[in-house]
Structure formats: structure tokens, C-alpha cells
């Protein structure tokens, strides 16, 4: 069976995704900061069927503690399969144009702590000449776009590191998986108006699961969930900067 390790264990994403493991008998090993939560969804999963359940209290994007707390989920079942980052902020726009502070934080959450786990699963998995990563971007990180370019450069540079990762593993066997959500009714997004492009989190992750459990040598290294952002953004992407940049969007 699967030992699966998910960072960021109580977004709802990560939930729906790790309900779907625990329902084939996977073990996993949950990391988030929310120590309650995380027990709650530990109870959770080992009702749908999880062989154990570990969990990791902690800021996963603390970078101090990230080689011991990976050390410590490579502990927990004697090594892993599969990785699943689901963590990250969406920050509020104005005050990453007001503060510094705000705008560092959104790159260091998403990007630069993302990337430090990712680092140590990749050579961890390129020892053992297996496995499967994976991570959530976004479709904001396809076009800086002035609404959320912040969070969307965020993003956009953890896609470059996870292709780089992709090119990088490849002939080691291991599995490297981009994820980009469209809009996702969460608690992200509560104050969101909603319409009819957002998709539930139940849908995103048994999307995301389906995904990572396809073991053909062609599946798609870049996930859209759901499967129409792929076609969105490939129009949004290829708008001319010289009408892009009129637009509000």
C-alpha cells in the first residue's frame, strides 16, 4: 500500500485527496500548523479505510524546521510513495503593494518553502528511483494579470521549479505532477463571489487523485482541474500584451 505524505493536510483540497487514499488502504502522514484540525482529519481518514495516520504539527513554511520535520515523515512509514504539497496564501493584493512584509510573505509561503520541501522529496526520491510528486499552482501563475499577480508569480515561478524538478527526475523513474486549480469554492476563496467557473473541492480532489494514481508513462505532467482551465488559459495566454495590458482582468 501507498505512504503518502500531505503538506498542508486541512486545506480542503488536501482532504478530498487524502479521502481518497485513505479509501484504497494507503498510510499517510498528514503536515499542517493546526494541530486540532489536524487530528480531526486523522479520525476522519482512518474511518474511510487508512491502513495509519501520521500527523506533523507545525509551519510548514517555517524553513528552519523543514529538513527535520521531512525527516520525521520519512520516519513514520519507513519512507513514502507519494508527496502532495497543498499548502500556500493568497494573500491580499493591497497589502503586498502596501508592505513589503505582505509581499514576502506570499513569495515565501508559496514559492520559496514550497520549493525547499519539494528539493529534499526530489532527492529523496531520486535515491530511491521512485515515487510521485506533486504540487498545487495555479492558472494565475499562466499571465501576470493585475488583480493577483502577486499571488500569481508565485506560483508561476513554483511551476518552473517543479518542471525543472520533472526534467530532472525523469530518468530516475519519479513521477513529478503540476496542479492548477481554476476557482475553487474553499475557505481561500469565502469571499469570493461565486460563479459558474468555481468547481467544489470534492471535484478538485478526486480530479487530483485520478490524476496521481495514473501510472501511464503519458499521463499529463500538467494537471487543469478542472480539465476547461487548460482551454481558458490557452486563450487568455495568447491575448497580445498590446490588448492584454488594456484589459481588466
Keep these: 500500500m501507498k505512504r503518502v505524505l500531505v503538506l498542508g493536510a486541512t486545506s480542503a483540497i488536501a482532504i ?9 488502504g494507503a498510510s ?4 499542517a500548523r493546526n494541530g486540532a484540525h489536524l487530528e480531526t482529519v486523522r479520525g476522519d481518514l482512518m474511518s474511510r479505510g487508512a491502513k495509519a495516520v501520521a500527523t506533523i504539527e507545525g509551519d510548514l513554511a517555517a524553513l528552519p524546521t523543514i529538513d527535520a520535520a521531512f525527516e520525521q515523515a520519512l520516519k513514520a512509514f ?5 508527496v502532495f504539497l497543498a499548502y500556500g496564501i493568497l494573500g491580499n493584493p493591497a497589502d503586498c503593494r502596501r508592505t513589503t512584509a505582505a509581499l514576502q510573505q506570499v513569495l515565501e ?12 522529496c526530489a532527492s529523496y526520491f531520486e535515491r530511491e528511483r521512485r515515487g ?3 504540487a498545487i499552482g495555479s492558472v494565475a501563475g499562466d499571465r501576470g494579470r493585475k488583480s493577483n499577480y502577486e499571488y500569481g508569480a508565485s506560483k508561476a515561478a513554483l511551476e518552473r521549479f517543479l518542471q ?3 526534467n530532472r527526475l525523469f530518468s530516475h523513474g519519479v513521477r513529478v505532477v503540476t496542479i492548477k486549480p481554476g476557482f475553487v469554492d474553499t475557505p481561500m476563496t469565502s ?6 467557473l468555481f468547481a467544489s473541492a470534492e471535484l478538485v480532489g478526486s480530479s487530483i487523485y485520478k490524476s496521481l494514481s495514473n501510472p501511464s508513462p503519458w499521463s499529463s505532467d500538467v494537471v487543469y482541474v478542472p480539465w476547461f482551465w487548460r482551454f481558458i488559459m490557452l486563450i487568455i495566454s495568447h491575448i497580445p500584451e498590446v ?3 488594456r484589459l481588466s482582468l
Excluded: H, M, Q
Design 78 to 82: 519507513d519512507g513514502l510513495d507519494v
Design 28 to 31: 499517510l502522514v498528514l503536515a
Design 132 to 134: 510521485t510528486i506533486a
Design 243 to 245: 490588448i492584454f495590458k
Design 164 to 166: 525543472g524538478l520533472r
Design 191 to 196: 469571499g469570493f463571489k461565486k460563479g459558474p
Design 109 to 120: 509561503v508559496n514559492f520559496t518553502s514550497a520549493a525547499c520541501w519539494l528539493s529534499l
Design 16 to 24: 478530498e485527496v487524502a479521502r481518497c487514499y485513505a479509501a484504497e
